[in-house]
């Protein structure tokens, strides 16, 4: 039977000024014939899976494709040829812009023909009906009712875009809120780095992956049952008080239990999204990736560079260019109330920014002062997005200048009347403050004890100093989970949080 990979359907946008690979499934032999307007390929199948490349074009709109074998004949219709970008990530790239702070009321008054989306369904092991889920999805216009689930992130990053590169922008969301960065690497890949190997250890050596493949499936499925259940009763609660303690509920109504048995059918043990998610979309040609993932890696942050990394470099070779453009969001403050302030986001921002400074072709979205207080979903969405359209117009299509795009990034220190002076990338047009004076800034001495330090701007400098401490060795800023946000660029943009001495 002859199959183009359920990521191609009406309404589709292809990558424009590359090489468009079409992909999918029919009888080993068989000649496949391509046509996308007046192109035409040939290919032939090959153990039952079948590859073709378009040549580049343009962006257009309203192109038609055929894929047939001689005998089978697919046709998809409505077809752009623009900009094409995935979504990765976890719940707050997940978000859905029906969930999002003014999402309803683009929904209800919006009108965006340059914004398609494709959802990959969200599939956590291949069970009977894997297949039919897949070929119930399809790409979509904007519509009240079609965009209501669309990532509210990857929305206003299209949005952006559109509106200045005057194309077509198809996004592919392909996220799954609750999952580690282990979640959408390859078995191999996690193993291959000493720091991650114990994700796939850990897991492998679990008893719950003992039993026979139904009873995993069945253990996991009760396990869905309380869960529902659980959350629902939860939701009552929070509803009546919102600041109720978690442990407090769990004496109520009892455990909480997610996120399940570790087997195969759970969605968050590590490489089963990669397979079940990110290769089915995969090598559809695009410009590159959007991501915003950490939340789920807080327990092991000291591991969280080296997963990181890792996953960029798992996707790249996914798609088979190392030169893909990645653009990450940073974590932004976050802490619920009755928690101890872990300084664990702190590692998680670090090694994101190291990943940035250190990969080329990446970017990264300072998102810091994007969070809630006791809210790890926060609901404004719109600068998060716009941020990343921000990385992608400097970075990637070189049509805004570099100051245009980030907010001051610390770079290195010198040692001053009994201060430390600080300096900074892009910030040559000074420093803004918003807030009644600059905070979290924070200086140590030789005992390694960090104290409250006060903060002068002086040009594109800032200068510290303290009473408590005469002689500093290293200073940070916004070391915290969460914390008041209060120094800007002069274009807007936060300062990204940093230490200058990573011990």
């Known amino acids: 039977m002859l199959r183009a990979a359920a990521v191609f359907s009406d309404h589709m946008v292809l990558q424009r000024n590359k090489k468009i690979c079409v992909f999918g499934e029919g009888d080993t032999g068989r000649e496949i014939a391509v046509t996308l307007g007046e192109d035409r390929v040939l290919t032939r199948c090959r153990d039952g899976r079948w590859t073709a490349y378009l040549p580049e074009r343009e962006a257009q709109e309203n192109l038609c494709m055929e894929i047939s074998d001689g005998q089978e004949c697919i046709r998809f219709t409505d077809i752009a040829v623009g900009e094409v970008w995935l979504a990765g990530g976890q719940s707050n790239m997940e978000l859905e812009l029906k969930d999002a702070e ?33 070929r119930d999805s399809h790409w979509k216009r904007f519509g009240e009712q079609d965009a209501a689930n669309w990532s509210a992130v990857g929305f206003y990053f299209a949005q952006k875009l559109a509106h200045r590169l005057q194309v077509t922008v198809g996004v592919i969301g392909c996220n799954w809120g609750g999952t580690s960065a282990s979640c959408w690497m390859s078995r191999e890949a996690i193993l291959a780095r000493e720091a991650t190997r114990s994700y796939v250890e850990d897991y492998e050596s679990s008893e719950a992956i003992q039993k026979s493949v139904a009873e995993q499936i069945g253990e996991y499925q009760d396990y869905q049952a309380y869960q529902e259940d659980w959350d629902k009763r939860a939701a009552a609660i929070y509803e009546k008080e919102p600041m109720m303690a978690f442990d407090k509920v769990q004496e109520l109504i009892g455990p909480c239990r997610y996120p399940g048995p570790m087997n195969c059918a759970n969605f968050t043990r590590p490489s089963g999204l990669h397979e079940t998610m990110l290769k089915r979309v995969a090598p559809y040609t695009l410009r590159g990736f959007i991501y915003y993932q950490g939340e789920s890696d807080d327990h092991r942050p000291q591991d969280y560079y080296a997963l990181f990394t890792g996953l960029i470099e798992q996707w790249r070779q996914d798609w088979g260019d190392e030169r893909l453009p990645f653009l990450m969001v940073q974590l932004p403050m976050h802490r619920y109330r009755h928690d101890p302030d872990t300084k664990s986001w702190c590692i998680i921002r670090e090694s994101q920014m190291r990943a940035f400074q250190m990969l080329r072709n990446t970017g990264m979205a300072v998102a810091i002062d994007c969070g809630q207080f006791h809210e790890i979903h926060p609901k404004n969405k719109k600068p998060v997005g716009e941020r990343l359209a921000l990385q992608a117009l400097w970075g990637v299509y070189h049509v805004i200048a570099e100051k245009e795009a980030f907010g001051p990034i610390y770079r290195d220190f010198l040692y001053r009347d009994g201060g430390m002076e600080l300096s900074f990338d892009h ?36 200068f510290l100093h303290s009473p408590e401490i005469k002689e500093p060795v290293m200073a940070r800023y916004l070391w915290t989970n969460y914390g008041e946000v209060t120094v800007f660029g002069a274009n807007g943009l936060p300062m990204a949080p940093f230490r200058t001495h990573n011990f």
């Open 427 to 462: 910030a040559q047009d000074g420093f803004v403050c918003r807030g009644e004076e600059i905070s979290g800034f924070e200086l140590a001495g030789s005992d390694g004890v960090f104290r409250e330090a006060q903060a002068a701007f002086e040009g594109d400098r800032v």
């Open 102 to 134: 003014g999402g309803k009321e683009i929904l209800q008054n919006g009108d965006f023909p340059l914004i398609r989306f494709y959802y990959t369904p969200k599939q956590a092991y291949k069970g009977a009906d894997f297949e039919k889920v897949e």
